[in-house]
């Protein structure tokens, strides 16, 4: 039978072992949360449309990506649907994409007794970590059917100022 200071050993292990995994659960997943907040508004918005927004949004939404690269280039694709390419403003600052950009409201006639929402509006921001130096002069970003693509050419040189990415 364990004595009392080999039982306590043992769950100070599992113990530990448990925050660590919660610890890389939490890294892995932290960049991927957006927070949405309530926007600047847009011109013909109106205060009620403002206070809808604010009581229908859920304030936290995942932008999914995935990040990928080749002995020339970074390509970052992006899930951002109910947008248009203006309405996204992209970044390179200090080794990372950033993306910004603002869901409107849009009105819907529902009848019935069942309304879901599964959508967050608001403007948004997330910052996507780069494995590589990249050349953001010479980025291209395409926007279609809601889906990013931006391709960032590598580079030996390091940039470390803000540069803005044109959408196609």
Not at 55 to 76: I, Q, T, Y
Not at 84 to 113: A, F, S, T, W, Y
Not at 122 to 150: C, T, W
Request: hydrophobic share 35%; charged share 25%.
């Amino acid at each position: 039978m364990a004595t009392w200071q080999q039982l306590r050993e043992g769950v100070g292990r599992v113990w530990d072992s448990l925050l660590d995994g919660w610890h890389q659960l939490y890294e892995r997943a932290s960049g991927a949360i957006t927070r949405f907040g309530p926007g600047h508004g847009k011109e013909g918005s109106t205060d009620t449309d403002r206070q809808e927004l604010a009581r229908r949004s859920s304030g936290w939404g995942v932008l999914a990506a995935e990040v990928f690269d080749d002995p020339k280039r970074v390509v970052v694709r992006l899930e951002a649907p109910g947008l248009e390419p203006d309405e996204i403003d992209l970044q390179v600052i200090n080794n990372m994409l950033v993306v910004r950009g603002e869901k409107h409201l849009q009105r819907e006639h529902n009848h019935g007794h069942y309304h879901i929402l599964e959508c967050a509006y608001g403007s948004f921001e997330r910052a996507i970590p780069l494995p590589a130096e990249v050349n953001s002069e010479q980025a291209e970003a395409q926007y279609k059917h809601g889906i990013l693509r931006v391709e960032l050419p590598k580079t030996t040189t390091q940039k470390t100022s803000g540069i803005k990415v044109r959408i196609s």
